[in-house]
């Protein structure tokens, strides 16, 4: 077999007039009668391979049986394009190689789709034959891109001190907001490992044995319902830090994604990044991943309406609930847009959408007959409505009228194309609550998680929490407690998030307390993380970056399956393996298990 020498996609300058062997697939093939063209395609690129009928006749006769996707090996020397006919779209679109001699080392069938051009193609069958679809250069270069980012991460971290360390993958299942998958032990009858969702209490641990600095790229796996931007199994930037507060964090976890922007993109990102607390976020754009690259921003009515006699406002208001709008400037909706938008918000559990357009300098609504001149005048000056402005309302209750408006503002630039391609907004949020009440549960949950730290002047509050006998001044008091956390926000997507742990054992117990954790429970579920926290351990607080969706926004894609080599539909199915799949009673019985 002819040994290569070069990948096809780095023939250079250097290269010309050396002899070179070089592998690869054939990306086409074109007879111009005594001259066959072949583009030989590997994982560098293409290059252009040249067969005289009249200089190399067997090679030749060869190259005129190939066909797309077959797999072959060229002997040639390296020459430069004849003027004219060079192809500045390809790297090595100045050069070609002169075919001495052409060896086929595997044919291929039929392709179920083309791999020489960006063919739609249902994803189903694209994940069928994933390794088709690789080929692509669309799917190629993602895959590279990552695997530099990959390289890039690690030297960023090494050159500040950290330690890669992996962590277990057969672990203990502890409550951490998702479904674990459950791994059945064949040694300990009814016993189960769990996969786990991230290495939180493992990076934790690593500090009190006094590692000072861990990072790891690494998989993490949750058992939930999928959509574009998740996967069953994902992968998280995943570091943790001794000794340090939340600027250390932040400043560090800035130059990584600098670096990464700058090496890979050419983008110089402005640094510090911007910073928003929890609250101005809901408030001014319904969520606490906004995406600021147009405006459209919530106001708040309330005041203005709390007299008001239109029922949907009053009723609303007297509930405890909010009025919110945003104003879609110039934008003269029609009343069959109108009814698409409120068609979309009744998705979201909202019962209507209210509106009034601004048209011919007239408020033109089904519902200002219902508003008094001031009440008019007052939310004209409010939401800085002009002419061509149309205002979009929720009455409901604050957090879905958040959702509703939050939801909708995304909706309607998506829609209209308010989105600048190429442009990357990136935001810290920060000041979020510890924890929250849910009216589902019947109980307190943690924002984030139950070991994030609560800051220090706030944890008087907590203690008083704990003792008060009354649920609404437990609410009141929980509500003011801030979490010494950080969400990184990229376009609308939080692709990073972290905190500042709880390092002291009576913070702890205190937090699992108010969460109804009992000691019980946390002895069950955390006794290890509890018995570390007795040892001296220091102060820490780390992040983890979704490495998936970070990956997909710089590339200006909107699904992650798009840079992960082998992902699962949003069934969790995997079309290539066909799994999940079914197992032999034998391996059922090995692990104790019996189906129903």
């Known amino acids: 077999m002819l040994k290569r020498t070069k990948y096809c996609g780095q023939v250079s300058e250097e290269d010309i007039g050396k002899e070179l062997i070089l592998c690869g697939w054939v990306h086409r093939v074109r007879n111009h009668g005594g001259v066959i063209f072949i583009d030989l395609r590997d994982r560098e690129g293409i290059v252009q391979v040249v067969v005289e009928e009249r200089t190399s006749p067997k090679a030749y006769e060869i190259a005129d049986s190939l066909s797309s996707e077959y797999v072959i090996a060229v002997k040639g020397s390296v020459r430069r394009r004849p003027p004219g006919t060079e ?103 009814g016993k189960f490992y769990a996969l786990p969702q991230s290495p939180q209490l493992f990076k934790q641990i690593l500090m009190v044995a006094g590692f000072d600095r861990y990072f790891q790229i690494v998989k993490c796996l949750r058992d939930e319902d999928l959509r574009a931007d998740r996967q069953p199994e994902f992968t998280q930037i995943d570091f943790e830090m001794s000794f340090v507060e939340e600027e250390d964090v932040i400043s560090f976890s800035e130059e990584l994604i600098c670096t990464l922007f700058r090496e890979l993109l050419g983008v110089e990102l402005k640094r510090p990044f911007d910073r928003m607390s929890y609250k101005d976020a809901l408030e001014r754009y319904g969520t606490d991943k906004p995406d600021r690259r147009f405006g459209i921003e919530l106001v708040d009515l309330s005041n203005i309406f709390k007299n008001t006699e239109f029922k949907v406002f009053k009723d609303a208001l007297q509930s405890g609930g909010s009025v919110k709008a945003i104003n879609f400037k110039s934008s003269y909706l029609s009343r069959k847009e109108i009814d698409e938008l409120n068609k979309f918000v009744q998705t979201l559990g909202a019962k209507g959408l209210a509106w009034i357009k601004v048209e011919g300098g007239k408020l033109n609504s089904p519902i200002t007959k219902f508003l008094s001149d001031e009440e008019i005048r007052l939310l004209v000056e409010k939401t800085d409505a002009k002419e061509g402005d149309t205002i979009l309302f929720s009455a409901d209750k604050e957090q879905m009228a958040y959702k509703i408006l939050g939801s909708l503002r995304l909706h309607i630039a998506k829609k209209y194309q308010l989105l600048r391609d190429n442009t990357f907004d990136l935001l810290w949020v920060v000041d979020f609550p510890l924890m929250e009440w849910d009216e589902e549960e019947g109980r307190f949950v943690s924002l984030h998680h139950p070991f994030t730290s609560p800051k220090e002047e706030d944890l008087p509050l907590l203690e008083e929490a704990l003792k008060s006998q009354d649920l609404e001044e437990k609410k009141h008091l929980l509500q003011r407690v801030r979490a010494r956390a950080y969400d990184l926000v990229i376009n609308g997507y939080e692709v990073g998030g972290g905190s500042i742990r709880i390092h002291r054992r009576e913070v702890q117990e205190l937090v699992f307390k108010l969460l109804g954790i009992s000691e019980v429970e946390a002895e069950e579920k955390f006794g290890f993380l509890l018995r570390a926290l007795r040892y001296g351990a220091p102060p820490h607080g780390g992040l ?32 290539l393996t066909g799994a999940p799949d079914y197992v032999s009673p034998r391996q059922l019985k090995d692990v104790h298990i019996k189906l129903e």
């Open 544 to 575: 983890a970056f979704g490495l998936d969706r970070l990956i997909a926004l710089m590339r200006g894609l909107d699904s992650i399956r798009d840079v992960i080599a082998f992902p699962k539909t949003q069934k969790g199915i995997c079309p």
């Open 87 to 189: 192809n500045p779209k390809l790297k090595t679109g100045y050069y070609e190689l002169l075919a001495q001699e052409i060896e086929v080392l595997n044919t291929s069938e039929p392709l179920p789709f083309p791999v020489d051009e960006e063919t739609p193609v249902s994803e189903e069958l694209k994940l069928r034959y994933r390794y088709i679809d690789l080929r692509r250069e669309s799917m190629r270069e993602n895959i590279l891109f990552r695997h530099r980012a990959y390289q890039i991460i690690r030297e960023v971290f090494i050159k500040h001190g950290f330690v890669e360390i992996e962590t277990p993958f057969l672990t203990k299942s502890t409550p951490e907001g998702a479904r674990d998958f459950l791994v059945p032990s064949r040694l300990h009858p």
